[in-house]
């Protein structure tokens, strides 16, 4: 009789068995056991949910508004979102047939994957990056296929870079600018050129544009505005980061009728439809949240300036993020790996970064800072951070 560990294993399929968890969870399990810790991990806003938000939520529950809604999502809601999407990204979508409501844009990424994946396409990304694409990918029994993006130039995608990844293979395009954990924004012709290639050799592209509104300098342009590209690109949005609602689960996905036709599927089956309250409070945020993104946009804008000024000034050399809300230091000058940094700075100093290894491994020599704790909490860090620093 084979041993107990190899029949626990037959129990899991093998795709699933061999996917690692997640870098940033482990670590903050770990967190979540120490006093007196000061987080700058976990990629959640430094705000409540503005007021009048929350309110639309309570406001929903009071009606009794706690029944299911169209597998699409609300269609006050999917018209409010095509409004938005036109205004602020230069795209018109049908509410119809063209967008639909998701718990997430988690879930937009998951069946946007099992929507259009065969075993053993091959689904080109940029790395480092968010920690699920990688795992998302090999889900859907695809073959994720990372391309390394670099410090000297910010960690921006090149044309290049995706021009050398491209193979027969090769099915989608996975793009999320500004990026987690970088920064990195797309400007300028390079995403011209990118969206070229991509019309050249056929490729879907999915754009995952949650940070778009946390975009310090210059517009923000998105992919499927370009000419040639609203016809093979799905656009994912959400509320977590620009309107701080982690905790409402809701995103959504634009795309031709085609594409969402087989996305609706699979979200029918897995989740029937986002929470109703969620859509409700979403309705409140596209209509009368844009000066609450600003504010708050503004405030991480002062946080970003302070933390990475006092990166450089403490010899962890620090890019100028151009977008979301992380800061990305080497701490190669310490002689630490990523893991080894983080784990002392936690231990000996008590505060959390994420290791540059959980996204992915061009990560080596890095963490992961995220600045949307209050400025005290912020300069607090930064004086441990120092004390490892010169005590190393």
Not at 150 to 167: E, R, Y
Not at 328 to 347: D, H, N, Q, W, Y
Not at 355 to 369: I, L, N, S, W
Request: charge should be neutral; proline fraction near 6%.
């Amino acid at each position: 009789m084979p041993p107990k560990s190899q029949q626990q294993n037959r129990l899991l399929a093998d795709h699933v068995r061999d996917i690692p968890r997640s870098g940033i969870r482990d670590f903050f399990d770990i967190v979540q056991s120490m006093d007196n810790v000061i987080s700058l991990g976990i990629g959640e806003p430094g705000f409540v949910t503005p007021w009048h938000i929350r309110e639309a939520a309570i406001y929903a529950l009071e009606r009794g508004r706690t029944n299911y809604t169209s597998n699409y999502g609300l269609i006050k809601l999917r018209r409010a979102i095509s409004r938005y999407v036109a205004a602020n990204y230069n795209v018109t979508y049908n509410p119809d047939n063209e967008i639909l409501v998701t718990v997430g844009v988690s879930e937009a990424m998951d069946i946007a994957l099992r929507a259009i994946l065969n075993p053993g396409d091959e689904v080109l990304y940029h790395e480092p990056c968010y920690v699920s694409y990688h795992p998302s990918v090999n889900l859907c029994h695809g073959i994720p296929k990372s391309i390394p993006t670099h410090a000297k130039n910010q960690f921006a995608l090149t044309a290049a870079g995706v021009a050398a990844a491209i193979t027969r293979k090769s099915k989608a395009l996975l793009l999320s600018f500004p990026t987690n954990p970088t920064g990195a924004v797309l400007h300028g012709d390079e995403l011209d050129k990118i969206a070229a290639l991509c019309v050249k050799h056929n490729l879907i592209v999915i754009t995952d544009e949650i940070y778009s509104e946390l975009t310090y300098s210059g517009q923000h342009r998105s992919i499927a505005a370009l000419p040639g590209m609203k016809e093979r690109t799905i656009f994912l949005h959400g509320f977590s980061k620009a309107f701080a609602m982690t905790g409402f689960r809701i995103g959504y996905a634009c795309a031709p009728p085609e594409l969402l036709e087989g996305m609706l599927k699979v979200h029918q089956y897995a989740m029937m439809c986002a929470p109703i309250l969620s859509q409700d409070a979403a309705i409140e945020a596209l209509e009368h949240g844009a000066e609450d993104v600003i504010a708050m946009r503004e405030q991480y804008r002062l946080r970003r300036n302070f933390i990475v000024k006092s990166f450089n000034e403490l010899g962890l050399t620090c890019h100028m993020p151009q977008g979301a809300f992380y800061a990305f230091p080497c701490i190669r000058s310490t002689g630490l790996t990523s893991k080894e940094f983080a784990v002392k700075l936690l231990e000996q100093q008590r505060v959390a970064m994420v290791p540059g290894t959980a996204f992915g491994p061009g990560g080596e020599g890095y963490c992961r800072a995220s600045y949307c704790a209050t400025m005290p909490d912020l300069e607090q860090a930064v004086e441990r951070i120092g004390k490892l620093v010169r005590n190393l």
